[in-house]
Every structure is written in structure tokens, then in C-alpha cells.
């Protein structure tokens, strides 16, 4: 019995009893009626009496050293040392600066990095990583009681043996001496594939855009920024495919291994210009990258979906979190024709 059909019921009691009819068994009835109906609104009413539990009650895990470092034969030593933090802990994430970074080759010591930069980070270019060659890191910090451990062997660098640019369809408008537009279509590109190892790439495409400052005596020119174009693929090799481009695609040999490889890659280009330069970056990851990378991607696309299953980010750290990860790379350049 809803509450409306009970005060209609009552209401018709009252009546009936003003009116001088007898009814003790339908008051009683109702009277009965009226107590089970409060006593089923209690728990209702007052439904967190028994459920409440405070923050307090969930204990916060004990930090731990984190590290990102992605190293190739090309460039310097760069670290980032921070610490983990709690999913229920709200304090600022703050890079570690009394770290000590310690980096072997093979097992052999070959530099121990005592002072960060002024951005935090610890560089150095002694010792630069080599094709082939396994490097470890040690990292440890007064702050901490456990050392952190990380390995990986930098990979075969694989060059880009052909590439071309097909364009579908493009629009370009002339502003005085510039001529900016639209143009989509693909790339296509092919390379060789080492035999008889598990090999992984990530693709990306970009170009050099000039930066100019504008004094009063006229345009002057910064510098060049890397712009990445947004590429996507059909092919089966491609471990990361979404509806929509992206600035990178992962890919696994597992199809053609030792074989040569071409692909097409597809693009747009909304600041299309003639005679416009592009560069095809073939970067060859480590295992431990390509599950990170790989990770990542998988979480992106499943952000925002609330049936998605839970991503765990990949990690080859020991005693700690983050990634440690050699890569090498080659990068093929290319220009429109008209």
C-alpha cells in the first residue's frame, strides 16, 4: 500500500466513524497498518547508520622511487626521478633532487649522477648508450630504503629502404608569398625486417614549422617546432588501430618477420602547404617500450568507457615504478612535388 492509497484509507475511516458506524476491526486494521508502513520507512530514511567507514580506515601505501628514461645511441643520458604516490593521497607528485643515478654497462659502472638539473632532471653525455649493448641503472636516495633496478638492450636501429607521398584530394589558397591548404591521402613506406627475432616499431610522421617573432622592425625567425600529422592504418600488423588518427602506430613483425615490409599510412593535413617537407621517424623498441607503449595505448582508448576492462600500465622496474626503455631510430624525408 502506497502512502496516498493510505491516507485515502483514513481519510474514508474518519468518515465513516463521524458519520457514528462502529468499526473497530477496519481501525484496528488500519491502526496496524499505519505502524508496519513508519516501520518499513526506517531503514530508508536512515540507510548509511551501518555502512559508514572513514578515509582513515584504508591504510596509505609507502612511496617508492619512480624513474622514466628513454635512452637511444643518438642522444644523452636523461632521467626523471620522482616517487609514487597513493591513489588517496592528494599531495603534490615532486621530482626526487638528493637521487643518486648510477648507470652500467654490461655490469660494468660507468657514471653515477650525484646533482640534478635546474629542471630536476639528471643528464649526462658520457658513455652514450650503444646498438646491441645491455645498460642497467641502480638509483637509490636517502629518502628510500630499497634501491631501484632497471635493464634493457638498446635494439638494431632498421632504416627506411623506400617512401612516398599519394595524394587523394587538396585545396591550397595564396596569401602573398605563402600558400597554405588541405591535403590528404598517404604515405608509403617500406623497410627489412631482421630475421629471426621478435622485432617492434612505432611509426610517426612530422614536419618543421618555423616560429617567427614579430618586433616593430618586422617578422624575425625562432626557431623550428616538430609538428606531428596525425596517421592511421588498415593494416594487420598494426597492434594499436583506432577509428581516428593518431600521432604514433605500433607495430609488431609477427606477420613478416625477416621479410621486406611496406605500409601505407594515411593522413590529413590541414596546413598543407606546396613543396611542404615531411619526415617518416621508423623507431625500433625494446620489448620493454613496446609493452609500455603498447599499455598506454590500450588505456587511451579505453579512457572514458565504463565497460572497458581496467589497463595496468607496463612496467620493467624492480623495487619500484616507471619504465626504462632503449630505442633506436631512422627517419626518411620526403617533399610534394607541385
Not at 595564396?174 to 588541405?182: A, R, V
Not at 594487420?236 to 607495430?251: E, F, K, R
Not at 626503455?325 to 607541385?338: G, H, V
Request: proline letters at 4%; one cysteine or more; aromatic letters at 16%.
Amino acid at each position: 500500500m502506497n502512502r496516498a492509497h493510505f491516507e485515502k484509507s483514513t481519510n474514508l475511516h474518519q468518515q465513516i466513524e463521524h458519520a457514528g458506524y462502529i468499526l473497530p476491526a477496519i481501525s484496528d486494521f488500519l491502526r496496524m497498518k499505519a505502524k508496519y508502513f513508519i516501520f518499513f520507512l526506517l531503514p530508508i530514511l536512515f540507510p548509511a547508520c551501518e555502512t559508514t567507514e572513514k578515509i582513515d580506515d584504508f591504510p596509505l601505501r609507502p612511496s617508492k622511487l619512480v624513474v622514466n628514461c628513454f635512452f637511444n645511441s643518438d642522444s644523452i643520458w636523461e632521467f626523471q626521478v620522482s616517487k609514487s604516490l597513493s591513489v588517496l593521497d592528494n599531495a603534490e607528485l615532486k621530482l626526487i633532487r638528493n637521487a643518486n643515478v648510477k648507470i652500467f654497462r654490461e655490469g660494468t659502472l660507468l657514471d653515477s649522477i650525484l646533482v640534478a638539473d635546474g629542471d630536476g632532471r639528471y643528464r649526462t653525455s658520457n658513455n652514450l648508450p650503444q646498438v646491441g649493448k645491455e645498460f642497467s641503472i641502480e638509483i637509490s636516495s636517502p629518502s628510500f630504503k630499497e634501491k631501484l633496478y632497471a635493464r634493457d638492450i638498446v635494439p638494431e636501429k632498421v632504416e627506411i629502404s623506400d617512401a612516398k607521398i599519394i595524394i587523394t584530394d587538396s585545396a591550397f589558397y595564396d596569401y602573398g608569398y605563402y600558400s597554405y591548404g588541405y591535403m590528404n591521402g598517404s604515405f608509403e613506406i617500406s623497410f627489412d625486417d631482421p630475421a629471426d627475432a621478435d622485432n617492434y616499431y612505432e611509426i610517426k610522421v612530422f614536419y618543421l614549422d618555423s616560429i617567427f617573432s614579430f618586433p616593430e622592425t618586422g617578422p624575425v625567425f625562432s626557431y623550428l617546432a616538430k609538428r606531428m600529422i596525425g596517421i592511421s592504418s588498415e593494416d594487420l600488423s598494426v597492434v594499436n588501430p583506432s577509428d581516428y588518427a593518431t600521432s604514433s602506430l605500433l607495430i609488431s613483425d609477427y606477420y613478416f618477420d625477416g621479410q621486406r615490409k611496406s605500409l601505407s599510412l594515411d593522413f590529413n593535413d590541414w596546413s598543407a602547404q606546396k613543396k611542404k617537407g615531411y619526415y617518416l621517424e621508423l623507431i625500433s623498441l625494446s620489448r620493454e617500450g613496446y609493452l609500455y607503449q603498447k599499455t598506454i595505448a590500450d588505456y587511451d582508448n579505453s579512457r572514458g568507457d565504463p565497460f572497458s576492462e581496467p589497463v595496468m600500465i607496463y612496467s620493467n622496474i624492480e623495487n619500484g615504478f616507471g619504465i626504462f626503455s632503449a630505442y633506436s631510430r631512422s627517419i626518411y624525408s620526403l617533399e610534394t612535388r607541385f
